[in-house]
């Protein structure tokens, strides 16, 4: 599924290990997918924009273009030394210690640094005031391209065109080492949404006496799903074959953000027990949709921003930070339907005489809450823990994983929630009843 931009001014500000979680933070999650870029920079005076990251293979190569490189001092006096300013990669490891050098030494330059391999400085460009280089990687790694100003008094304005590519057969590839396998991975799982949406038709057709409308909602969601994936899968081919994903990735996002909010509003309204304990929603759970559902558009247009413009934009932190936030708030807020629903199936317990019914449905809402804190859970914490530890060649196994747990969930609600005769348990004795009620008795708080 699966953040850095004021980069510079934490250098600066902040202590060692506030940049070094920065850093780390900037490099466990995955930029833009398209690999060649137009970043357009404006009076920027950070000493250090980061602009890629990229797993380069036995035969990488970086080209950079510059043009309309200007500069100017914030000081009347100052004067520019050309060599001050310029490209360099840099190993991940690498960084952390340029992090920490910097602190360290207060004249510290990163492009001096025995940790970078320069790539070129100012005093290279024309009379135009312009540069075109390539550079070709001979050690196979994890490199991030990153512009360094060691004269901080000086603000630049420039035009870069980046392009990251490795070359096998004599064909460019332009996704990173590590994830040249995700166009097949999305097609597979294109592949298994249209067969669930197959199934899950099957399903409501067979049972069209008891479909109720979260039924429809959820079909739905399915066909989201799986037009996401494809649009995944043609994304990523053409950004690996060309390195722009031809307009593929606008339909991506849309039907990203359509996925989105569709899971969390099936979330909600299997949460507050809507089509399976009453036909109807109160005001607080109307409330909470009608708060995550606009969350939700905007996370996703927050996401949009964030895969779009890259680390070397200087809001690009404040758009993540953003994104963070709302996903937090939305996680949260979901789960308060479902605690409604289970209390409210707990004092029916002890009124309504169906103790069987009800310790049956408060089962399957407990398990419901389980489930969804697991998958929250382990989607948003241990995936990128987990992908953060890996080698670059194997980035393509957060997203299997991500995408792995997904389906489990919808498997889940969809087997748990499916449309099944309105009252099952027709023939339910006294002494299952009485049971039941000693059991609700016994764990009447069924605290969570």
Known sequence: MQHISSFSDILKNRPILQHLWVLLIACSISFSSCEIKDTHI????????????????????????LKD???????????????????FLARDPSLARIVIESEVNKSFC??????V??????????????????????????????????????????????????????TKYFLPAGMTILPKLYFVLFTIYVCFFGVWTYVC????????????????????????????SEDTMYVNKTGTPHGWDVAFYIFGILKGTMLFTVIILIGTGWSFLKPYLQEREKN????????????????????????????WMTWNQLFLLIDIICCFA???????????????????????????????????????????????????????????????????VNEGASLAFYVFIFYNFQPIEKNPYLLIDDEAEMAAAQMLEEHVSYEL
């Open 205 to 232: 057709i067979r049972q069209s006496d008891t479909v109720d409308k979260i039924h429809l909602i959820m079909l739905a969601l399915l066909l989201v799903k799986a037009l996401k994936m494809i649009c995944a």
């Open 288 to 315: 909470v949709l009608m708060t995550v559902i606009p969350l939700q558009v905007l996370e996703n247009v927050a996401y949009v921003i964030i895969d779009e413009t890259g680390p070397a934009t200087k809001d």
């Open 69 to 87: 490189v200007t500069w100017k001092p914030k000081q009347q006096k100052a004067e520019l030394d050309h060599s001050s300013m310029g490209f």
């Open 110 to 115: 990163a492009l001096s640094s025995r940790y």
């Open 334 to 400: 979901v789960f308060f339907p479902i605690i409604w629903s289970i209390k409210s199936l707990q004092q029916a317990s002890k009124t309504d005489g169906k103790a069987a019914r009800n310790l049956e449905k408060l089962i399957l809402f407990k398990q419901f809450y389980v489930c969804l804190v697991a998958y929250l859970y382990f989607t948003r914490v241990v995936v990128q823990s987990f992908g953060a530890l890996l080698d670059y060649k194997y980035e393509w196994i957060p997203y299997a």
């Open 42 to 65: 404006v009076e920027d005076s950070r000493p250090l924009i980061l602009f890629e990251r990229f797993g380069f293979a036995d035969d990488g190569h970086v080209a950079i273009s």
């Open 117 to 170: 391999e320069p790539m070129f400085t100012f005093d290279q460009l024309d009379k135009s005031s312009s540069y075109n280089g390539l550079v070709s990687i001979f050690v196979p790694d994890e490199y991030s391209l990153v512009f360094g100003n060691c004269q901080t008094e000086f603000e630049v304005s420039m035009q870069v065109h980046t392009e990251m590519y490795n070359i096998q057969h004599g």
